[in-house]
């Protein structure tokens, strides 16, 4: 497939994604929270014993797994937005300060940041998260400390680039102070990487609110979550394989469409990004 072509397609699949992710909710049918034993397990509509009623069938609760799905991605998007806010303030803020100042801060500020991306990050998310226990503002807390570093490091590597530039130069020896010459020289051009960091993490954080809520320490039940989907569905693979198959494909299908976005904005953005990495 072309690499347009395929960026137009993950780009539509990622614009879906979150048109469903904020209004969908408000046209279930089905009540994600509430189901009906004699429904239970229902089968896909297409399936040969599926009724219309429940387009996408019923998980082992008689809850409608369409509507599971999508206040699922209502929870998957706000865990995104609330990550990448959170992880890419405090990390720009580090890194961006380390490369400016330099000197004692910048080594102390990256032993930090090498010491937090030597850690595996599932099993760093998975620690965190079973001391603090499971609910949205804890998730939101343990991803936002596992991913400031990847925003650190790469602000700390374009701002150490842009301070050296005849425009900051000349800023410096016109008076200007070094808060505004971070401010109105410095993150400005610096954002369009960190941007393209940011795009690429949303597939990042979608695995890992999955990855914790299927161990059981992410999103809380009764709150549908597709990693919990998913942990709830691999007792009936076999017998009803829609329980977790579906929120899986959904996971699959998210992740893949932000990591060609992410690609076609490096190519675009920051082509330089990709030899050093995020």
């Not at 929270?33 to 429904?39: E, H, I, M, N």
């Not at 599932?122 to 400390?145: E, R, T």
């Not at 008076?175 to 410095?186: K, M, N, Q, T």
Request: glycine share 10%.
């Amino acid at each position: 497939m072309p690499r347009d072509l395929s960026f137009k397609c993950a780009l539509g699949l990622l614009i879906l994604f979150a048109i469903v992710a904020l209004i969908g909710p408000f046209f279930l049918e089905h009540d994600p929270l509430r189901g009906s034993l004699r429904a239970r397990l229902d089968p896909p509509a297409w399936a040969p014993e599926g009724s219309a009623t429940h387009l996408l069938g019923t998980d082992r609760l008689g809850r409608d797994v369409l509507a599971r799905i999508v206040q699922g991605a209502r929870i998957s998007l706000a865990v995104c937005v609330v990550v990448i806010a959170i992880a890419g303030t405090i990390g720009t803020a580090l890194g961006t300060l380390s490369g400016y100042v330099g000197g004692w801060l910048d080594r102390v500020l990256m032993r930090l940041v090498d010491l937090a991306l030597s850690l595996p990050v599932i099993l760093l998310a998975l620690l965190f998260a079973a001391v603090v226990g499971p609910s949205f503002l804890n998730i939101v807390i343990v991803i936002s400390l596992v991913l400031w570093s990847q925003y650190a490091r790469m602000s700390r590597g374009e701002t150490l680039r842009v301070k050296n530039e005849d425009y900051v130069d000349l800023a410096r020896t016109s008076g200007l102070g070094h808060a505004a010459i971070i401010f109105r020289h410095v993150l400005p051009n610096i954002a369009p990487s960190l941007i393209v960091v940011a795009t690429l993490q949303v597939g990042v954080v979608i695995i890992l609110e999955a990855s914790l809520s299927f161990l059981g320490v992410g999103v809380p039940p009764p709150n549908p979550s597709w990693g919990g989907m998913v942990a709830e569905g691999r007792s009936y693979i076999v017998s009803a394989w829609w329980v977790s198959a579906l929120p899986g494909l959904a996971i699959v299908l998210v992740v893949m469409a932000v990591n060609v976005v992410g690609d076609a904005l490096t190519d675009r953005i920051n082509p330089g990004l990709k030899g050093r990495g995020a």
